[in-house]
């Protein structure tokens, strides 16, 4: 037998064990399918929302804070309702008489009479009282507790608008990852056919070792992307679980969903979005409500000024024995004025009326910045449009020369580097499809925050 035939054959005996190789690889996979190959529940846009809605604790804190608020407007208007006390009462007590200067009997002062003999002391009573007028101090304090009530309800909602854009951007942020990843495994498949074909190349002499070399060094680069990507997908899976206000394993995948265009995004004009904007957005809305209940604060001290008018009645019974208790029932009217309080009261109407500023400079901080959001939003959405339609034609012409490069590689007119090239090219410009899809999403979610959408 000649040494051509002995290398033919064992090249022959090679292919064979390459084949009897993948095929046992094949079923191990299919009989043990790995982590990235088992099935999770895909995780929705939708639902990523409402678990946030239920688990976030930031808006747990929201709420609680929300019903603090009502709370406390229902303490200031306590003030405005009949007042009603009831007591009862039981002493062992002596009955000495005490004398004192000016108290006699007959002309004659009483002696002190001490003794320990004790006796029953029942006593009850029942006082019921009204506040009739107080240059409206306490209706001032209640209508200012229930705009703050109002304003964190507000304040609320804000929160939610808050929470929904970081879950969103968090689910976005891992469906990228998740894509980024299948490019990583689709570039090692194909660094894997590379290999494959080139060895044969190399077998028959019409490539050399160079070339299985460079082919060796794409693909466990390609490897160790593969596993960087699917390690970033996991990450990403995680910051989104925490988004939605949830600890532990993030077993499931994340679905290939986006958002769709919002309503208006391609008009060329501002002033409609910011006013929309300024009109739907929570906080614009919570400070007005903390300006006014400023505005009641400022009335209500101001009423210091005057007096106060309650009316009150009462009914209180005593005596030794429960049979034999005499009673007293009284009606009253009662005024009281603090003429003069050291300054007090001028006092905190000059710190009302500072923070009553105060409110309007945040209010119109918060228009500047809500109109700044909004503008840098909708020209995010432009922008990432643009983006998405570009990397679309770069992809296309990616494959396209990846696919010209294998061509002129299999024939002999192209090289190692013209082919890993076009590779990498081609796994760029996949990434940026994917990046530019995230952009938008992102962009869109954005705008809907600014927009004051959910």
Same mark, same amino acid.
């Given at each position: ?61 929201? $709420? ?10 229902? %303490? ?15 002493? $062992? ?7 004192? #200067? ?100 190399? %077998? ?17 680069? #390609?490897?160790?992307? &593969? ?67 400023? %505005? ?60 009553? $500023? ?8 918060? &228009? ?7 503008? +840098? ?37 192209? +090289? ?39």
């Amino acid at each position: 037998m000649s040494l051509l035939s002995s290398n033919q054959a064992a090249r022959t005996k090679r292919r064979s064990a390459r084949v009897l190789h993948s095929a046992l690889l094949a079923l191990v996979a299919a009989a043990f399918p790995t982590a990235a190959q088992t099935a999770l529940p895909l995780l929705k846009l939708e639902d990523a929302e409402a678990a946030a809605r239920l688990h976030q604790p930031q808006l747990a804190q929201a $709420r609680a804070a929300s019903e603090a608020a009502e709370a406390r407007a229902g %303490e200031s208007r306590a003030g405005l309702l009949p007042q009603l006390s009831a007591n009862v009462g039981y002493q $062992r007590t002596t009955g000495n008489y005490v004398p004192r #200067a000016g108290s006699t009997a007959n002309g004659v002062t009483p002696s002190a009479n001490n003794s320990w003999t004790s006796f029953n002391a029942f006593s009850d009573s029942l006082v019921a009282s009204q506040l009739l007028w107080d240059f409206q101090q306490t209706s001032g304090r209640y209508a200012a507790a229930t705009a703050l009530a109002q304003s964190a309800l507000l304040t609320e909602q804000a929160s939610q608008l808050s929470v929904l854009l970081n879950v969103r951007a968090a689910f976005f942020s891992a469906r990228a990852a998740k894509a980024l990843a299948g490019v990583a495994r689709e570039t090692v498949a194909n660094d894997q056919k590379h290999l494959e074909q080139i060895q044969g190349f190399v %077998e028959v002499g019409t490539r050399s070792q160079i070339d299985l070399a460079q082919v060796k060094t794409d693909l466990a680069n #390609a490897q160790l992307a &593969r596993v960087n990507a699917e390690n970033n997908y996991e990450l990403g899976k995680q910051q989104l679980s925490v988004a939605m206000g949830q600890v532990g394993q993030a077993d499931f995948d994340v679905a290939d969903e986006s958002l769709p265009a919002v309503v208006g995004e391609d008009a060329a004009g501002l002033q409609p979005f910011v006013e929309e904007a300024l009109k739907n957005r929570p906080e614009m809305a919570a400070f007005n409500e903390q300006a006014r209940a400023q %505005e009641e604060t400022i009335s209500a001290a101001r009423g210091a000024y005057g007096p106060t008018l309650a009316a009150s009645a009462g009914f209180s019974q005593g005596g030794e024995a429960l049979d034999n208790l005499a009673w007293n029932g009284y009606l009253g009217l009662t005024l009281s004025w603090n003429i003069f309080q050291g300054g007090l009261t001028s006092a905190t109407v000059r710190e009302a009326e500072a923070n009553l $500023r105060n409110i309007a400079a945040q209010s119109e901080g918060a &228009r500047q910045q809500i109109v700044s959001d909004v503008n +840098s939003a909708r020209l995010a959405v432009r922008a990432g449009l643009a983006s998405q339609q570009t990397a679309q034609v770069v992809l296309s012409n990616a494959r396209d020369l990846l696919r010209l490069a294998e061509g002129q590689y299999q024939t002999g007119l192209g +090289s190692i580097i013209q082919l890993s090239d076009a590779q990498v090219a081609q796994s760029s410009a996949q990434a940026q499809v994917i990046q530019s899809e995230f952009n938008l999403a992102a962009a869109r979610a954005q705008l809907l925050k600014a927009l004051g959408r959910r």
